[in-house]
């Protein structure tokens, strides 16, 4: 192992507001991964609630672990509901009022203003408006308006304003840059000219062993319920699934909230004799939902990695998945992703059909499954935290 460039160096890993998705994964896994390595602290927007984000991905990460840096605007900001640009502003700016004090600093979600070289995971391309439209539809009801017009560019104006960036360009070879798929890399290279690492995000592996005889004969989509998820298509999906002779059902894992949750609600409440809307789950509720589960069906379109697919892989299910997107390295068998629902429910049909080819898939996954573990990620995130140091140690001596 490399030694470390400092006597214990201050590491910092920033990510602007714990939630339950995937990018919060990469950071209790980099809390876990770099005890030891130096003065561990966490810079944040939101409140830490460690217990539940332990039990959300699998880890056991100690308040005497790390220390927790907040702004006191942040406080401010826990009942506010929407407003992602504007939050990310303010954390950017409070990231660089604080960048000087570290060693190392790593964002664990996408690019961050630090004001100093440092190292950055990519989660997503939500910095890219015209990519991510590209991708994804706009939402409906207030928050669709607010993304539109006048009022969106208002908005826009107030978060750059907030900001106050520095001169810095994070491309130009200074910090380190890891993308979560091979996907997101190639899209780094073709739009930014950066050449960046891939390192697959954790995804934990406690799941029970339940025999695939033993499953039940139905589908769980897992994720954030939001429009870029596009739950109604894979609702569609089952659904032309079991016209075609299948009696499979589904269950639909995630929050209900705002007016796309209640569109689904609505979808969903005629189908309810094979729908089931379970609301979020975590910890051993969702790992056992999963595991107990042949299938899972995930919609999203243009995805960086994926979580929820790789935690269906994880769990034994087989997943079935658009073909475009980090996902599709998830999975790495094209019997298991389609260009449209109609062919979705084609493929889908197939594999409920030939019972040698759901064997064969089984057997791959589960070799795909040894890709995305906590190990892995936790060696990597260290290994570029070592390296990082040992870049600027060679960079101090040269001066």
Not at 2 to 11: D, E, H, K, L, T
Not at 154 to 181: T, V
Not at 219 to 241: D, N
Not at 266 to 285: D, I
Request: net charge neutral.
């Amino acid at each position: 192992m490399r030694p470390p460039a400092f006597r214990n160096p201050g590491i910092a890993i920033a990510h602007p507001w714990l939630g339950h998705g995937g990018s919060e994964a990469r950071v209790m896994w980099s809390l876990q991964g770099l005890r030891g390595l130096g003065r561990l602290s966490l810079l944040t927007l939101g409140p830490v609630d460690l217990p539940a984000l332990n039990l959300a991905y699998g880890t056991s990460v100690r308040d005497d672990d790390f220390e927790v840096r907040r702004p006191r605007v942040g406080r401010m900001l826990e009942h506010m509901k929407a407003g992602d640009a504007l939050r990310g502003s303010i954390f950017q700016r409070f990231c660089r009022s604080v960048g000087a004090e570290f060693d190392v600093l790593v964002s664990a979600y996408n690019l961050c203003d630090f004001g100093v070289p440092a190292i950055h995971c990519i989660a997503d391309f939500c910095w890219d408006v015209e990519l991510v439209r590209s991708l994804h539809p706009l939402s409906g009801g207030v928050r669709g308006a607010f993304q539109r017009g006048t009022l969106r560019k208002a908005y826009m104006y107030l978060a750059r304003s907030c900001a106050k960036p520095s001169s810095r360009d994070l491309f130009a070879g200074e910090d380190m840059i890891f993308a979560n798929s091979h996907w997101s890399a190639d899209i780094l290279k073709k739009r930014y000219g950066v050449v960046a690492e891939v390192l697959y995000p954790p995804v934990r592996w406690e799941f029970p062993s339940v025999p695939p005889a033993e499953k039940e004969n139905g589908f769980v989509c897992l994720g954030r319920i939001a429009p870029e998820k596009r739950v109604e298509e894979a609702v569609e999906i089952v659904e032309a699934v079991r016209d075609r002779g299948h009696d499979v059902h589904l269950h639909v894992i995630g929050g209900l909230g705002g007016h796309y949750g209640e569109s689904i609600r609505l979808l969903c409440e005629p189908r309810k004799s094979w729908v089931s809307l379970e609301g979020p789950l975590y910890g051993k509720a969702k790992c056992e939902m999963l595991a107990r589960h042949r299938y899972g069906i995930h919609a999203c379109r243009g995805e960086a990695f994926g979580i929820a697919v790789a935690e269906m892989v994880k769990a034994g299910c087989i997943p079935f998945i658009p073909d475009e997107g980090g996902q599709t390295e998830i999975v790495a068998a094209p019997e298991l992703t389609y260009p449209n629902a109609d062919e979705a429910a084609a493929r889908i049909d197939t594999v409920l059909r030939t019972p040698s080819l759901e064997s064969s898939l089984r057997e791959r996954l589960a070799l795909q499954a040894q890709r995305f573990s906590p190990e892995r990620f936790m060696a990597g995130i260290r290994d570029a935290v070592e390296r990082f140091m040992a870049r600027k140690r060679d960079g101090e001596a040269g001066l």
